[in-house]
């Protein structure tokens, strides 16, 4: 987060790419909200008129002409003002999708030390609330801000016209308001960003606790995240209080100021009448004048509490978009040999996240020959899932390089790049989509028959056959409704439903019962077959699926060799394949 807001003009500039295709009808729009609001301010004139015409002389020929344009003065207002919204909606509602679909595209291109960096809850707020603000301040805020403080000056400017002393009264209380709105931007802007930071915060907790719910619920700890989310939604309500009490204080003071403003018109009005320099109808004007005036003026501190509401937003989203896109394109891309042999190589590779003081892996060289499967195995924190991760580029090497078939891959196309690799995490995320979409997203451009096919590698196609419209199936968010096994099965066709030259498989029997894992490593055998896999491997089953091991002691290989030669030659590999064993069986139970 910044650690200062910078000004909210500067902020607000940051809007205009998106604005300027709309401001034409935004313009128009704000010519009809000053039109309707003329008319509204021209009927206090009219009025003078009534007063000091067929009123004071009696003679009523005149007044329905009178009458008749102040209807039409009103209908136009009411006219002008439908037309405002009309004009406004659809480009409001363009401005808010433009910025949405960036922030997206954007969430998308960044790379994962970013997201690593920020709560999901957080990113959330800025696509959909934050964008929700900048919204109704194109529709609304900025229209009225301009226009009201227009109708502020003009009215002023009519009531120097009907009497210069009823002016002056106008000015002396309009100035201090002016005072008191600068000072209250500066004020409400930093309470405001903090608002919105907090928000963030408070929909993370929900996000979080919301899938997390069958955690929660089998430890108990539903009361305790209760707990902190009351904590946390009490932060928040403090800083709203502090917000209102800002505003508070401003509408105090914006309502005391124009009512003691018509007072003090009242008094020198009616001295006026009295001594004959100011006529009733002048007076009647002045004080319907300064009526109509009322809500430009009271409004402006509201407005001026959206306008820094949405600069605190624009910085909030900005921060996203104006994030560095670490990892791209290279400007010369190589190609790869066709076909991809997936020779992969590890050459000196060294690897620190964002901000760290130590390395993770330090000087790895591993040489994996082409359809050969070697498992990664070692204590918690060696570098494992670091190390694959390197390979489709999701970080980038410190120092070193990753080769696919003699190419850094830093000089492939990220799309050839993670086309050429399949990859399966630890955790199989699924999304809440058929099972078709699922599958497919593993691969840019695929049919059924490739679906179906990948399935049957993956041994699952029996259980969505099974599924109550098969491919068709919705699956739920996360993949919830269905079993450890089934899910891990559906990543493992994922992965191999573009026919990757690659495979990258971070611990793909994580989590699974006994009678789980004989399925799914029956799929995973099938899967390995013919392609290049690194696998990091928790458990002893999956080992014995590698034609080879590299061991990883603090960031480093400390060993490679078959399972069977490093089970014999290495005390370090039996301790920790007992280890594996030891936790295996505790999982169990």
Known sequence: MKDQSTSTAAALRRLWPYIKPVRTPLLLSMSATFGAMLCGLGIPLITQRIVDGPIAHRDLAALPWLVLLVGVLGCTEAALFYTRRRLIARPAAAVEAHLRADIYRKLQRLPVSFHDRYQSGQLLSRASTDVGTVRRWVAFAVIFLVVNTSIVVVGIGVLFWLAPALGIVALCYTLPLVLMSYLFESRFKVVARRAQDQAGDLTTRVEESVLGIRVLKAFGRGPELSRRFAAEARELRNTEMAKFRIFALLWAVLIV????????????????????????????????????????????????????????????????????????????????????????????????????????????????????????????????????????????????????????????????????IGAAFEEPVLFSASVRENVALGSADVDDSRVREALRVARAEEFVEALPWGLETRIGEQGM????????????????????????????????????????????????????????????????????????????IAATGTHRELLAENAEYRRLLSTMEEEEEVAAR
Do not use: C
């Open 257 to 420: 100021l124009p009512e003691l403003g018509i007072a003090g018109q009242l008094a020198i009005g009616t001295i006026g009448i009295a001594d004959g320099t100011t006529t009733i109808g002048t007076l009647v004007a002045a004080i319907a004048v300064s009526a109509y005036l009322r809500w430009p003026v009271d409004s402006i501190g509201w407005l001026l509490a959206e306008t820094n509401q949405t600069s605190a937003a624009t910085e909030r989203i900005f921060e996203v978009l104006d994030a560095p896109v670490t990892i791209t394109d290279p400007e010369s891309p190589v190609p790869l040999t066709t076909p991809v042999v997936g020779h992969v190589r590890f050459e000196d590779v060294r690897f620190a996240y964002p901000g760290a003081d130590r390395e993770v892996l330090r000087g790895i060289d591993l040489d994996l020959r082409p359809g050969e499967t070697v498992a990664l195995v070692g204590s918690t924190g060696s570098g494992k899932t670091t190390l694959t991760a390197l390979v489709p580029r999701l970080y980038d090497v410190t120092s070193g390089r990753v080769t696919i078939d003699g190419v850094d891959v830093r000089d492939l196309r990220l799309d050839v790049l993670r086309g050429t």
């Open 481 to 556: 409704s269905l079993s450890g096994g089934q899910r891990q099965r559906l990543a493992l066709a994922r992965a191999v439903v573009g026919h990757p030259a690659v495979l990258v498989l971070d611990d793909p029997l994580s989590a699974l019962d006994v009678h789980t894992e004989a399925e799914v490593e029956g799929a995973l055998r099938r899967v390995l077959h013919g392609v290049t896999a690194l696998v990091v491997a928790h458990r002893p089953s999956t080992v014995q699926l590698a034609d080879r091991v590299a061991m990883l002691v603090d960031g480093r």
